[in-house]
């Protein structure tokens, strides 16, 4: 998406504009159900956040989102039911821990007030690494500002993540919401992350992949190219060069392009590669060196009648079989559940689902076998909150889920584990010490998720047309 959306932004600004990217598809569709590839949710959609923004700005038409779908949250002993706004959540999680009702109260009122923190620093463009001397002075004079929130806030989660269920609950959200992984790191940005439920979620009924499709004829429309051929050749000097592989190509006649400026995502599958190669980016190849995935998701996608499912059973759900033990292999389970009557989802009387856990190793590492046991683990958890679920099961196809976590893993950014950042919005930079080669993708700004990534790909075409 933040190729995409860097794309789009630079056809839109009458930019001459080509987008290279592979063959994965934004759905999957069989036996008449529809999944989105990338299974988890999409914020920033909500009245003046920066999606919204982006979509309104470029008058790409948008269906009626439903908002405020509540999050629930289940264990073994306690459900949890958020609805996106705050003094309803707040009172839902006193009726559950309500022993802990100062500590909720406390947390929130700081979590409030550091949310609003972080978020006037994405306005001032403090997420950014500084570009500038004004920049560099400007994140000098609010550091001592900036670590006197983030000890506040800090303080606050540690004595809410003393109690194991409550904690979890936490946790959930922020494994929900974003690219941070909350056992490594525990910065300010999560007070953004966890500000977004109070907010609201929003769910596109036909599928995000809807949204993918009209930001691509955006594009299009707009002048723009895309290219679905793997790279053969990329050289990065005063003017880019790329050789594409196409299916027709003979012999050594492989296309040539060049280019003023290039955008690429760390989503690339050579971009390690990359920066082993340009000893102009040395200095960034030690600190990517530094960000390691600890967590990858895994999605298992399933039809089923629809009287299986509880009447109260919310669009997004996340399961937590048990709270004692870590978040992967199983033991974290999202649900994403197509509206009752929706038929471009999913069969009339049918409903679809999409499971996404979280694995230590890359699905595209992993014995298929060993795969096929975790899809089978995924569904016995799932017993306690759905018992009827498998006998109702419609559709499955375990092999071509397994594919499609092994084949398009990059579309869905794993989790990343790194020592506590300062701010933990920004990683990598989207300017580099090449002046005409940016960075966009979710390791950028994966303290916020995807909004991170919507913000990684309007910077680096920001950057690269030299727009303040």
């Not at 923190?117 to 001592?144: G, Q, V, Y």
């Not at 060196?289 to 999605?299: A, E, H, V």
Request: aromatic letters at 8%; one cysteine or more.
């Amino acid at each position: 998406m933040g190729s995409l959306v860097a794309a789009v932004t630079l056809a839109s600004h009458g930019r001459k504009t080509l987008l290279l990217t592979d063959d994965a598809p934004p759905c999957y569709s069989e036996s008449g159900y529809t999944f989105d590839i990338d299974p988890l949710p999409w914020t920033g959609f909500n009245r003046g956040n920066i999606f919204k923004q982006f979509l309104s700005h470029l008058a790409i038409p948008q269906e009626d989102p439903v908002e405020n779908p509540p999050l629930q949250i289940i264990l073994r002993r306690h459900r949890i039911e958020l609805f996106g706004k705050a003094e309803p959540d707040l009172r839902e999680m006193n009726r559950e821990f309500p022993d802990e009702a100062s500590k909720i109260l406390s947390l929130y009122t700081s979590l409030t007030k550091s949310a609003s923190f972080a978020s006037s620093m994405i306005d001032k463009d403090l997420h950014l690494r500084p570009e500038t001397p004004k920049d560099h002075i400007k994140l000098i004079l609010n550091t001592p500002f900036i670590a006197l929130k983030k000890r506040a806030f800090t303080a606050k989660l540690k004595a809410i993540r003393q109690d194991s269920s409550l904690g979890k609950i936490l946790e959930t959200q922020i494994h929900l919401l974003s690219h941070l992984d909350p056992r490594t790191t525990n910065p300010i940005s999560f007070a953004r992350t966890l500000s977004v439920t109070l907010q609201g979620l929003s769910y596109y009924r036909e599928g995000k992949h809807l949204l993918i499709t009209k930001l691509r004829k955006k594009f299009e429309a707009d002048g723009g190219v895309i290219e679905e051929h793997p790279i053969s050749i990329l050289e990065m000097k005063r003017v880019v060069k790329i050789n594409v592989e196409t299916d027709d190509t003979q012999g050594d006649a492989i296309p040539t392009v060049y280019g003023r400026n290039i955008i690429i995502s760390t989503y690339y599958e050579k971009f390690a590669a990359l920066l082993e190669e340009n000893r102009e980016l040395v200095s960034l190849r030690k600190r990517y060196s530094k960000i390691r995935p600890s967590l990858y998701p895994f999605t298992l996608h399933m039809g089923v009648d629809g009287r299986c499912i509880p009447e109260k059973m919310g669009i997004y759900v996340v399961v937590v079989p048990d709270e004692t033990k870590p978040v992967e292999d199983g033991n974290f389970l999202f649900l994403e559940t197509s509206e009752t009557g929706n038929t471009l989802r999913a069969p009339d009387g049918k409903r679809a689902i999409s499971v996404t856990t979280f694995l230590k190793n890359s699905p595209s590492e992993s014995n298929s076998e060993d795969l096929k046991e975790v899809a089978n683990d995924m569904l016995k958890n799932l017993r306690f909150f759905l018992p009827f679920l498998e006998e109702n099961i419609d559709f499955i196809n375990q092999e071509e889920s397994i594919n499609i976590s092994k084949k398009y893993r990059r579309i869905v950014g794993p989790v990343y584990g790194v020592k506590s950042p300062f701010i933990g919005m920004s990683l990598l930079p989207n300017q580099t010490p090449m002046k005409n080669v940016f960075f966009t993708g979710d390791t950028l700004i994966p303290g916020l998720g995807f909004e991170g990534e919507i913000m990684s790909g309007i910077n680096a075409a920001r950057l690269a047309t030299g727009r303040e």
